[in-house]
């Protein structure tokens, strides 16, 4: 699967926790969010004088916006990618919306200077929780896909050729 036709699939199936995504349709999907969001935080700091003066940018609203857009499709494929290597995908997205929560938290917070992390020993092992949660999903991101039909859906045609 290729980059354009893995983000239409994905888009296209932005509400769909079922069924099996592959590893280059997931890969490809999340080079494409996070490349839009780079390129968008730089149009931000363009358009608005405020977010280049913050060390990092904190007044980003396109970026947010598309971040804010494209969640429900990643959670979506996320979850078809657990699928996919014969993982479920309940734990996983709990975990993976806990970090998303967190991020966002903490984006918050950092943006009003509510806090410090070395002030506040649950703060710290808050960050380092969302950092192991997206380690643990990195690697179950990595795994191969099942190549036999498992509860999810049929193996991938690729797969079983």
């Known amino acids: 699967m290729g980059p354009i036709q893995a983000v239409k699939t994905c888009l296209?199936?932005?509400?769909d926790f079922s069924g099996?995504?592959?590893?280059?349709e997931f890969w490809w999907f999340l080079a494409f969010v996070v490349?839009?969001?780079i390129i968008l935080v730089l149009v931000d700091m363009a358009l608005f004088p405020i977010a280049r003066r913050e060390e990092p940018p904190m007044f980003?609203?396109?970026?947010?916006?598309?971040?804010?857009?494209?969640?429900l499709p990643t959670f979506a494929v996320v979850?078809?990618?657990?699928?996919?290597?014969?993982n479920g995908s309940r734990t996983a997205l709990i975990i993976f919306g806990l970090m998303t929560v967190?991020?966002?938290t903490f984006t918050i917070m950092d943006a009003f200077a509510l806090y410090a992390y070395e002030?506040?020993?649950?703060?710290?092992?808050?960050?380092?929780?969302?950092?192991?949660g997206t380690l643990a999903l990195v690697v179950f991101m990595l795994k191969r896909s099942d190549p036999k039909d498992n509860e999810w859906g049929p193996a991938p045609e690729w797969?079983?050729?």
């Open 12 to 15: 296209r199936k932005y509400s």
């Open 20 to 24: 099996r995504a592959s590893r280059p």
């Open 35 to 37: 490349g839009t969001i």
């Open 60 to 71: 980003s609203p396109l970026s947010e916006l598309f971040a804010l857009v494209t969640l």
């Open 79 to 86: 979850a078809r990618r657990l699928h996919d290597s014969g």
């Open 102 to 104: 967190l991020g966002y």
């Open 119 to 132: 002030d506040d020993p649950f703060l710290v092992f808050l960050a380092y929780f969302s950092l192991a």
């Open 159 to 161: 797969l079983t050729t």
